[in-house]
């Protein structure tokens, strides 16, 4: 069964650091296309970071941009958001996203759970 573990998240002060990272497991990962999104409260689900299967491409939100980057690791079936000069609107729970083509030009996606990231003194 296809699954996405979210971990990592946690409180921090503003200009902190953070390092989330996303299993996965059920699929081919190296395949996959993944990404990561957020939601704060009252607010839409907005994309933060997408890579694709072989790393070479990345797109970020203009909010993340400079701050935040996306990595994967192959070989550990692992996708990471590095979280840099946290601010306080950062604050959301962050949501590990895969996109893959199963077959004949099916495309499946799959989301994970979450992971809280809060951002306060």
Known sequence: QVQLVE??????QPGESLRLSC????FTFSTASMSWYRQAPGKERELVAAITSTGGRTNYADSAKG???????????TVYL????????????????A?????RQ??????G?????????
Request: charged fraction near 20%; proline fraction near 2%; hydrophobic fraction near 35%.
């Open 7 to 12: 971990s990592g998240g946690g409180l921090v």
């Open 23 to 26: 299993a996965a497991s059920g």
């Open 67 to 77: 701050r935040l980057t996306i990595s994967r690791d192959d070989a550990k079936n």
């Open 82 to 97: 590095q979280m840099n000069s946290l601010k306080p609107e950062d604050t959301a729970v962050y949501y590990c996203k």
């Open 99 to 103: 996109v893959w083509e199963a077959w």
């Open 106 to 111: 099916r495309w499946y996606s799959y989301w």
């Open 113 to 121: 759970q979450g992971t809280q990231v809060t951002v306060s003194s």
